[in-house]
């Protein structure tokens, strides 16, 4: 059962169920209109840029793009006050351009940690970090400080 009712008011009874849903209908679904649901009107984005809900779908947008059948598999979800803590595992096949490396065709697995702040029952803040190195690693690919700081 899904915790968000509608557009202006998600009906939120458990923080940890609001990410786990939206990590699901975001991430895994790929729904960017889930946006309207999850995020806060004041929403920050510390991951991607720009930190607005539009970073957010380019990078899912990226993702998508060079692993289609990317996959978050959330192993563990901790709450203190608003915040949530979810530490993830990113599983996916490398079909298409990623940071400058050419499809691979290669599984890929990477750690991965989204924290989340809530505010009102939905997501006001978020931050992420990955593997990024590992995963460039497992196709192939090399990281350098232009290829670590590019989002586009």
Known sequence: MSMHSSASQPAVTDP??????????FWNGRDISCTEHFLHADYIDHAYQPATAEGLKTMLGQLSSAFPDHRQTVEQLVC???????????????QGEFRGTSPTGLA??????RTFRLADGRI??????????????????????????RIR
């Not at 203190?80 to 490398?94: I, N």
């Not at 992420?128 to 670590?148: S, V, Y």
């Open 124 to 149: 006001a803040e978020h931050w992420a970090l990955f593997d990024l190195a590992g995963l460039l690693r497992q196709i192939g690919g090399t990281l350098d400080d232009h290829t670590a700081c």
């Open 108 to 113: 890929v697995t990477a750690p991965m940690y």
């Open 16 to 25: 940890k169920r609001l990410v786990a849903d939206f990590i699901e209908s």
């Open 80 to 94: 203190e006050g608003d915040f949530v803590m979810a530490r993830l595992t990113l599983h996916g096949t490398h």
